[in-house]
């Protein structure tokens, strides 16, 4: 399976921007899948994760009522809403499917937040 987000760019302070994971070479139906990322001179930080159905949801302290994370299984994706972006915000995103084999992370997509 492979991953490709998409979505980042330039936001001001309080602006919004929609990323988008797409798989292909497997569905993503039965999948936990989860959305992380590194700002510059940082570690990899977990920003969400959602279940395989979608019923569940898990976020960082630093996004919870700012981001939304959500699935189209029709579309094999995953997007991560994010509203009232902050500077500290910005970073390279990356999406992760995890398999009982193995961890599949995808190519990022970097986000800037500054005025």
């Known amino acids: 399976v492979q991953l490709q987000a998409s979505g980042g760019g330039l936001a001001q302070p309080g602006g919004s921007l929609r990323l988008s994971c797409v798989a292909s070479?497997?569905?993503?139906?039965?999948?936990?899948m989860a959305w992380f990322r590194q700002a510059p001179g940082k570690d990899h930080e977990f920003v969400s994760v959602?279940?395989?159905?979608?019923?569940?949801?898990y976020y960082a302290e630093s996004v919870k009522g700012r981001f939304t994370i959500s699935k189209d299984d029709s579309e094999n994706t995953i997007f991560l809403q994010m509203n009232n972006l902050k500077p500290d915000d910005t970073g390279v995103y990356y999406c992760q499917l995890i398999t009982p084999e193995a961890i599949v992370w995808g190519e990022g997509t970097q986000v800037t937040v500054s005025s």
């Open positions: 959602i279940s395989w159905s979608g019923g569940s949801t």
């Open positions: 070479g497997d569905t993503i139906s039965t999948y936990v």
